[in-house]
């Protein structure tokens, strides 16, 4: 099982970036999106279940947006208005079989490498 982040980089205040997450081996209930910046612990942002509903973090609603290509298994995160607190580097995760807390990255078995978004200002 391998999930595999890409799909950041290095953008301005305001600008958009996409990042994606292949899961290869398997498919999760629920796939989520978290990030951690320098000094601060990881930040549940999104997640996705399989039934399609979805849940965000405040700090991102309205801004971001999870989807996902069943075909590919593959889920996305769409990042709007990007600011500089945004920069950390972003994280996908997977589980399957808890019911409780969606957005505890400690109750996600499956994660992917992380990829680096930093936006300047």
């Known amino acids: 099982v391998q999930l595999q982040a890409s799909g950041g980089g290095l953008v301005q205040a305001g600008d958009s970036l996409r990042l994606a997450c292949a899961a290869s081996?398997?498919?999760?209930?629920?796939m989520a999106w978290f990030r951690q910046a320098p000094g601060k612990e990881r930040e549940f942002l999104a997640v996705?279940?399989?039934?399609?509903?979805?849940y965000y973090a405040e700090s991102v609603k309205g801004r971001f947006t999870i989807s996902r290509d069943k075909a590919k298994n593959t889920v996305y995160l769409q990042m709007n208005s990007l600011k500089p607190e945004d920069t950390a580097v972003y994280y996908c995760?997977?589980?399957?079989?808890?019911?409780?807390?969606?957005?505890?990255?400690?109750?996600?078995?499956?994660w992917g490498q992380g990829t680096l978004v930093t936006v300047s200002s």
């Open positions: 995760a997977g589980r399957d079989g808890i019911l409780t807390g969606i957005m505890d990255a400690s109750t996600y078995r499956y």
């Open positions: 996705r279940r399989s039934d399609s509903t979805t």
């Open positions: 081996g398997r498919t999760f209930r629920e």
